[in-house]
């Protein structure tokens, strides 16, 4: 099988930005088949609901190519490192629910981009913490960090996709 390249790249512009915006977890199982074209989700098949979390600052999507030539394999680790600021009961028990389930999840960036982790496996809660602080200034929330193995990096999906099965309800943890 030849796995022949297609194209070059050219140096872009330094117009982008890092971090993440927005995450939106759905359950697993729910999306159904993906149309996929040209290398990003533009419908999904199934119903699922989307529960979207505000975020803002320390939190980032990092994927890891792991290829092996001794077996011929390569996969990707989509690994979503996650910041909610405030402790409060209601977020708590959210995060009890998603520790114990294997949820797929959609990031927003800075840019404008959507991007699904863990379309096929969905995402693993692999370790995470609960903190008050020590000092003023230190963060008071909690912090979660998400693995999926999949077999294409995380796709790029359409915004209408995501937003438009988005549920209403979310936590304000100033209430």
Known sequence: MACSLTSGRSLPCK?????????????????????IVAGEITALAGTPSWYKY????????????NSSRENGTTFYEQTLS???TFLDKA???QIKLLAHARP??????????FFLVGLEHGAEVTGGTIVTGAAMGDLSGFTLTFAAQET??????????????????????DA
Do not use: M, R
Request: net charge negative.
């Open 104 to 113: 797929h999840v959609a990031i927003e960036d800075y840019n404008g981009n």
């Open 54 to 65: 505000d975020i803002k600052g320390n939190s980032s999507l990092e994927t890891s190519v």
């Open 152 to 173: 294409s990096p995380a796709y790029f999906v359409t915004a209408s996709v995501i937003t438009s099965d988005a549920s209403a309800t979310q936590i304000d943890p």
């Open 15 to 35: 117009s982008a930005v890092g971090g993440l915006k927005t995450v939106y977890f759905a359950d697993y199982g729910t999306l159904g088949a993906a149309t």
């Open 82 to 84: 996650l910041t909610l």
């Open 91 to 93: 977020t708590q028990e």
